[in-house]
């Protein structure tokens, strides 16, 4: 197999998703290709960062729903919750935390299209093409990972906050739902323009930067 047929499986195969006998090929070629192969690693290394974020995260929500449980309780009965214990939810919700993943891959998204050479002249982007081609093939795959983990945060994050509507005032939970169904809907038309134009790198930003608005505002409720 070439280069080109090789870098668009990259991803599948680092995430185990290849039928065993492309897998095979995918991977007999990254062994000796050197470019391939270090494309592997990072995708490899960045699966890593990823799976542990979402297993810290997914850790730390269900004992924040427990402990949540408990404060709503104390609140209920006229007691305080306990010193720092609401201190302690919001510092994990901060979105420094919540978006920490979600930056990395933005960030890594960005450099990516800068290195696509976005603001180049025309004879330089001409004299580059071929290399900016495989560079824009590697920021759409990143596109497609920022995609999945914004809609895995969102998954997480809108679990907590159904869980605490019942306890939130009737009023907030009304403006939750507006600008929510807001940013939906602009999640919706973002992400069909992307979808009609999947080369260009810019709709991709204004679509990450939607679902974005969408964890800041769950963020806020959850916090």
Known sequence: MKCEEVR???????????????????????????????????LKAEDRLYRSYAAHLGCRLSNETALWGRVSARLRSGERAPSGMTGALRSFFSPRRVAYALVLVVLSVAGTLVTVGILQDSESRTASRISD????????????????????A????????????????????AELERNLKAIDENIA???????????????????????????????????
């Open 8 to 42: 668009p499986h990259l991803e599948d195969l680092c995430a185990g998703e290849l039928e065993s006998d492309l897998s095979g090929r995918v991977m007999e070629h990254a062994q000796a290709c050197v470019e391939c192969r270090r494309e592997l690693d990072l």
């Open 154 to 173: 969102i998954r997480l994050l809108s679990g907590i906050v159904e869980k605490r509507k019942p306890s939130l005032d009737p009023e907030l939970v």
């Open 133 to 152: 081609d495989r560079d824009l093939e590697s920021a759409m795959r990143s596109i497609a990972r920022a995609e999945r983990e914004y809609l895995e």
């Open 189 to 223: 038309a973002t992400r069909q323009a992307f979808r009609e134009h999947p080369s260009d790198p810019e709709l991709a930003l204004y679509m990450l930067a939607a679902y974005a608005k969408k964890v800041e505002i769950l963020q806020e409720i959850a916090s």
